[in-house]
Every structure is written in structure tokens, then in C-alpha cells.
């Protein structure tokens, strides 16, 4: 069945300013900033636990100084102080890049968070190929896969601004731990009428009878979009769900995609080996006893090159025009000429 977010108990992280047509979009990682800091005031069982991100530099924390801890650089120990903490009766947020709570934390994540079930919400930021500039060192494409497969540990990707703060807030009533991707800076919002998400369902985007796009994270849900404007000017018409909840995955709404000629497309920035294309083609196997499931992804190779976020998800694939492709071959329809 699928899961669904409990009602929150504590206090709900508050909404930013109604957005309007002319505002520019922020980054996810400055959304939540603003609304942690705004929640500690709120809920005195929240600390704040920092890698030496400079993420909170210029922060004024008035009351709240004592809950922010800044153990520098040493992801392990992050871990393993938030563990105490969340033990000892506190709802620990700790911060640090995503290749890094995934890969040289994962051991305390493991065992000193999964394993005892703990309220530690991990706010991974520079996911995906986000902070191409860095190189390979800082790509992150292992860790929706790392995560969602410990136990206990909730996995969610907000697409957009808005969405960063209702998963939050959603987040914040969860007894377990949590895994949060951010990107680094800031990407277009979704249109403004967009349904409501829950953690535990796959938002819906466009309705289409032919084949569905399952993305995950902002650029790529912006990519199947683009895909899915360009599929209908062909005469064919799909689904998109942004799968912003990792894990739990909408078990139904993938039961129902399994049935269309098309298949399914999955769409992330993330190895096709673990992510969201192993989560959605394990799950309709279970369901449907075989749906054919196209990952749009990085291959088996470390991600070509460096340079901006954009830059580095077309160079290594990951488009509008492969994922056409994709749903065209799924249906042998020949390629446009466009």
C-alpha cells in the first residue's frame, strides 16, 4: 500500500509569501535555511548541526544560538552527534553536501541513525550533478539509491521552492529519519496550479493515456515536461508524475502507469543503476509482473566533465530529446525531424 505522511504534531514550518508571477525563485537550500531558523524559534526540541557549510553564515539566532552546532568538517561525527541528540529528545536537522552524507557518512547514517530509528532529518544540498563546477568529487549520483535502501529512512526530492517547504513541514512530523536532496542554486518553480503534494504520492503534473514520465528533482521534472510538449505536438499524449517522494513510492499511481502502451520513462540525475529507474522498475514488476521501464539517467561512468548544472545534465543525457526518444521507441513511432 502506499504510505502517506501523518498529521504533524509539532509545530508546521510556515509558508513563504504568496509567490507571484514576477517573483525570481530562490534556491532550495536558502528556503530552508530561512524556514529552519524560523521552526527552531517555533520548536525548542529543533538544533540545527552544520558541516562548516556557510550555508547559516550572517544568521542572527538570538535564543537560539545554543541550538545551532557547527562540528566543521567531519560528516561522520555530524551523524553520530545528531544520533545523540534525536536519542536524547531533539529533532536534529544536519547539513552537509549530499556525496558526503551518502558516501563518507554512511556508516553512522547506517547504524547510528537507520538502525535506531532515529528523528534526524539529513538536508543533503548540492545533489545530483548540481555542483558540476566542483567535478566528480562533489557530483552526487548515488544517493537516492544509498538511501532509500536503509531501512526506517524516508527519501524526498522537492522539485521547487514551494514544494521545499511543505515536504519540510511534512518532514518535521515524521518519528524517523529523513533524507532531503537539495540542488545548489536556484531553479524555475512549477506553474502555481499545480496539485498539492504528500509525501507518499506522486505528484501529478499532466494526464496522458500513451506512456508516463516518472522524474524526480527540479530540472528533471522540468525535462519531462518540456518532453511531454513536445510529445503532444506528435499526436501523443503522457502522463507525468513528479516523484518527489522516493521513498515511500506511490505503489498506485505506478500500478496504473504500468498499463499504458508507452511504458514508463523515469528521469533523474542519478547513475541508472539504484535511483529512481531501480525503485519504479522493482516496484511495477511487483505489481504488473513486468512493465517495460526506460531510465533517462547517467550510464555506468563517472559524469562527463564539469561545468554548470544545466551544461553537465545535457551533456551526460539527460534531456527533453532522449526522453522523446525514449517514449518513441517505446511505442515504434519513428523519429520526428524537428
Request: aromatic fraction near 2%.
Amino acid at each position: 500500500m502506499t504510505a502517506t505522511v501523518p498529521p504533524a504534531t509539532g509545530p508546521a514550518i510556515g509558508p513563504a509569501a504568496a509567490p507571484t508571477e514576477k517573483a525570481a525563485p530562490r534556491a532550495g537550500r536558502e528556503i530552508y535555511r530561512d524556514a529552519l531558523v524560523e521552526l527552531m524559534r517555533r520548536d525548542e526540541r529543533v538544533v540545527c548541526l552544520d558541516s562548516d557549510t556557510g550555508l547559516f553564515n550572517g544568521v542572527e539566532w538570538g535564543d537560539q544560538a545554543s541550538r545551532y552546532i557547527n562540528v566543521g568538517i567531519a560528516e561522520q561525527g555530524l551523524m553520530g552527534v545528531a544520533a545523540g541528540l534525536a536519542k536524547a529528545g531533539r529533532i536534529a536537522y544536519v547539513n552537509t553536501m549530499a556525496t558526503f552524507a551518502a558516501t563518507r557518512a554512511l556508516e553512522a547514517v547506517k547504524l547510528d541513525i537507520a538502525l535506531n530509528n532515529l528523528p534526524v532529518r539529513i538536508i543533503a544540498t548540492h545533489g545530483g550533478l548540481s555542483a558540476g563546477h566542483l567535478g566528480s568529487t562533489h557530483h552526487s549520483l548515488e544517493d537516492l539509491g544509498v538511501m532509500r535502501m536503509l531501512p526506517n529512512m524516508t527519501v524526498v526530492v522537492p522539485a521547487d521552492g514551494p514544494s521545499t517547504l511543505e515536504l519540510l513541514s511534512q518532514a518535521h512530523a515524521l518519528p524517523g529519519p529523513v533524507y532531503m536532496r537539495l540542488g545548489r542554486k536556484a531553479t524555475p518553480d512549477l506553474a502555481q496550479d499545480v496539485p498539492p503534494i504528500t509525501i507518499g504520492r506522486a505528484q501529478h503534473l499532466r494526464e496522458g493515456a500513451d506512456a508516463t514520465l516518472v522524474a524526480v528533482g527540479s530540472l528533471p521534472v522540468l525535462t519531462a515536461l518540456d518532453a511531454a510538449d513536445r510529445l503532444a505536438e506528435e499526436g501523443i499524449d503522457v502522463t507525468v508524475l513528479n516523484m518527489h517522494s522516493v521513498k515511500p513510492l506511490d505503489t498506485e499511481a505506478l500500478a496504473a502507469a504500468a498499463h499504458k502502451p508507452g511504458g514508463i520513462v523515469t528521469v533523474e540525475e542519478h547513475w541508472a543503476v539504484g535511483g529512481l529507474g531501480s525503485a519504479v522498475a522493482e516496484t511495477v514488476c511487483r505489481l504488473s509482473g513486468g512493465c517495460p521501464v526506460w531510465p533517462v539517467a547517467v550510464g555506468d561512468h563517472f559524469a562527463a566533465g564539469t561545468g554548470g548544472h544545466g551544461h553537465l545534465l545535457s551533456r551526460n543525457g539527460i534531456t527533453a530529446e532522449a526522453v522523446v526518444a525514449r517514449v518513441k521507441a517505446a511505442l515504434r513511432r519513428p523519429l520526428s525531424d524537428k
